[in-house]
């Protein structure tokens, strides 16, 4: 099970996610984040509110619902997740990574239930699409939800460290720093066993003033 983990968080997995840097691009051109101590503030509210409230509810709602089969719930957890990103490009990438996500998976495992949530749910979030191909594998519920914290913290160091003048070492402690507490953002995940929610304008802001860049490396 670990070696599944570890080659469905890999950065090499075709998800596509080094395309998206979640408005990050914009914040960074714009002087809203400029040195390590504004990327700190930013990978805190990625991990408390957009992991903590929004994805990882999303994750751990959808994991069950997967094991179970129940597909309108499923799907109910889907459309709320995509209804949470009020910038179309933050709805669009999480679909495009979710089904690029699934389709891989199921290729490489194949599943009767990711069969069927492809069938029902055409186009799946990212959330969604991470937790059904960890439940189609037996890997933990609560290890699914820290292990896709870990993918979205990783990828917005990564966009950072193309953004802006930071370090590999800098980066990569600001990463561990803040993966040391994915445990207990998770744990009150499990605790509230609540339905996705989300408050985070400035980062919407962000993720919707992302296409009036002149110039940009990522797509959202």
Same mark, same amino acid.
């Given at each position: /099970? ?23 691009? @914009? ?5 809203? *984040? ?25 994750? @751990?709602?959808? @994991? ?10 499923? +799907? ?6 995509? +209804? ?12 495009? /990574? ?6 891989? @998976? ?22 969604? +699409? ?12 609560? *290890? ?14 990564? +966009?950072? /460290?193309?953004?802006?003048? !930071? ?21 009150? !995940? ?17 993720? /919707? ?12």
């Amino acid at each position: /099970m670990v070696l599944t983990l570890l080659h469905l968080c890999d950065s090499l997995f075709p998800v596509g996610s080094f395309a998206y840097s979640d408005g990050l691009e @914009w914040a960074t051109s714009t002087g809203l *984040v400029s040195r390590a101590e504004n990327l700190g503030a930013w990978i805190d509210v990625v991990l408390d509110e957009g992991i903590g409230r929004a994805e990882g509810p999303a994750v @751990w709602r959808a @994991w069950q619902a997967c094991h179970d089969r129940e597909w309108d719930a499923l +799907a109910a957890v889907d459309e709320e997740v995509i +209804a949470l990103k009020p910038a179309a490009t933050a709805r669009r990438s999480s679909r495009a /990574m979710g089904v690029r996500l699934l389709t891989t @998976w199921q290729a490489l495992h194949p599943d009767p239930r990711l069969e069927q949530l492809l069938a029902r749910v055409k186009n799946p979030s990212l959330p969604v +699409a991470f937790a059904a191909a960890c439940a189609s594998t037996t890997i933990d519920r609560r *290890v699914a939800v820290e292990a896709f914290a870990y993918t979205r913290l990783a990828a917005t160091i990564s +966009a950072a /460290m193309r953004l802006m003048p !930071i370090g590999q070492t800098a980066a990569h402690a600001l990463l561990a720093r803040t993966l040391a507490r994915v445990p207990s953002v998770v744990g009150a !995940i499990a605790d509230r066993d609540a339905d996705p929610e989300s408050f985070t304008p400035a980062m919407d802001i962000a993720a /919707m003033s992302q296409q009036y860049l002149h110039s940009r490396l990522f797509r959202s």
